[in-house]
Antibody, heavy 118, light 109 residues
């Protein structure tokens, strides 16, 4: 079964750092682009970042550029999101999502909650 | 950045009725790389439609997508009780950011 499982969320003070992880199983992880998508409480979906299958191409949303870093370890079937200089507005559920150039974002994790508050 | 505007914000219908949801882009979506997702409370989104009109695996045929360029539509031919949820469109063509629409809430009338 194809699965994505996020971890690493929690309560963090403004200005702090947090590292999210996503463990992939049931498919050839190294063949797919991977994304992070977030959803603030009661709000819509916001695409955050994408990393290509090899890790060689990376993009970020303007709202996180310079503060967040996406990375992957294909040997460990894992995706990461290093989040620095966290702000109140980064409070959200963060989803790990498998991407495909044609089929879109077909596989989503269950999400991990990040709360930025003093 | 492509901005996606969904309408209506809320749609109130009864089971058995037909639902038509709209997604309009601020500029042409590359190769019709437009997807639709369904999200129920407390759950992750689920892919319904890819490339404007392709139905994802396991999605009932009452769901259909159409459109090209800047105007796209998700149609649910005959609403079932489990279809009441929030629906998002997303463009994923060319270069990021892969923006989402603000969502349409489909509620029971």
């Amino acid at each position: 079964e194809v699965q994505l499982a996020e971890s690493g969320g929690g309560l963090i003070q403004p200005g702090g750092s947090l590292r999210l992880s996503c463990a992939a199983s049931g498919f050839t992880f190294s063949s797919y682009n991977m994304n992070w998508v977030r959803q603030a409480p009661g709000k819509g979906l916001e695409w955050v970042s994408i990393i290509s299958s090899s890790g060689g191409t990376i993009y970020y949303a303007d709202s996180v550029k310079g503060r967040f870093t996406i990375s992957r370890d294909n040997a460990k079937n894992s995706l990461y999101l290093q989040m620095n200089s966290l702000r109140d507005e980064d409070t959200a559920v963060y989803y790990c999502v498998r991407g495909d150039y044609y089929y879109g974002m077909g596989v989503w994790g269950q999400g991990t909650t990040v709360t930025v508050s003093s | 950045e492509i901005v996606l505007t969904q309408s209506p914000g809320t749609l109130s219908l009864s089971p058995g009725e037909r639902a038509t949801l709209s997604c309009r882009a601020s500029q042409s979506v590359s190769s019709s790389y437009l997807a639709w997702y369904q999200q129920k409370p407390g759950q992750a989104p689920r892919l319904l439609i890819y490339a404007a009109s392709g139905r994802a695996t396991g999605i009932p045929d009452r769901f259909s997508g159409s459109g090209s360029g800047t105007d796209f539509t998700l149609t649910i031919s005959r609403l079932e009780p489990e279809d009441f949820a929030v629906y998002y469109c997303q463009q994923y063509g060319s270069s990021p950011p892969y923006t989402f629409g603000q969502g349409t809430k489909l509620e029971i009338k």
